[in-house]
DNA sequence: AAAGTGTTTGACCTACTTTGACCTATATGG
DNA sequence: CCATATAGGTCAAAGTAGGTCAAACACTTT
């Protein structure tokens, strides 16, 4: 067995455990018990607990700093996973992001208040750099992917009565 | 926990106390009360206790010197429309924007769920192209103001025909 | 065997915290 | 007035901890 996988069920282990499937970890202090370097667990984190995985990643340098991994649960047959796999794969141009929001928005996928969030975030005056056109498809299919699982996984936190926070006060 | 946190929440709860949430201290016995440098109490003052994060300070040297903090409420939309010219700019790095979105959350002014969705959209994963930084943090700006400006346009188009807003709330 | 894919490592980078030496402002008594 | 004590301010160095990237390595596929 890798020593990724170790490192991975280690920390899938530690998950489930926390009562609440989120954690804290110190990097350093990981890779010490492994006896691996530091990086190898960014390598982990970065492979295995992906957004697409249903991890949500937050971490703080410096004294007393550490990395928190939260865990959402996603249904793997869902229809947003489906579109962001054949809607938009890693190219999308401004027309077909219009009307995939349009088409989400009519058929309550998202929420019209989700749909405006994205396309502020699509619009050619936040993508106004010089750079080719085609790197703003690649562009635009990383955000939109992103943001449509973020979407999602608040639906689906919400219809279980929970909520996952990305963004937490530090304590 | 950090010295660092446990001076801001000594303080924050100092200031909850307080029924008219400012308070004054004296930067000397705080310092001495936390076996730590006077310059410590600066430090967390001016990471924790800006005007970023809706906190006024004065303070008076010399005999019967004293540190006073005020922690002001103001509308989510001043603050966003100072923040986007203040903080986000023409430039903005990854933790700059992390950090504002911790802010603006934690101070009510937008929601978690917003929250996400602007970290979704700003996340290394998102921005996963091969642009030079400072082509990124141009981007990141862009992309943090259009969607700061539309979660406040949404805002006060929920509150238009109420009473004019100034949604005050405390703790 | 070569090419491709995924893993491991280490050198270097960036962020945040803590401390201390030195500086400046205010009050007060001689 | 001004010397001195009091109290806060500033800044840079040292310390802590995570991030990035590319080279080397290993294992598979062709």
Redesign the pocket.
Known sequence: M??????ESFIKEMIGAAEDDGIE???????EY???????????????FTPEHGYM???????????RIIHVETSPTDHVDYLIRERVGTSLTEPEARLLLRQLTVSNTITAADASMIAAALSPQSLAVPIPEEMKSALRAKIMRNMLLTVIRRIQSEHRGTTALIIRE?K
């Open positions: 890798r020593l990724s996988d170790s490192i970890l110190r990097r350093n202090e990981l890779a492994f006896h691996c370097a530091p990086s190898q667990i960014n390598y982990v984190l970065s492979t295995r990643i937050e971490s703080r340098r410096g004294g007393g700093g550490c990395i530090r």
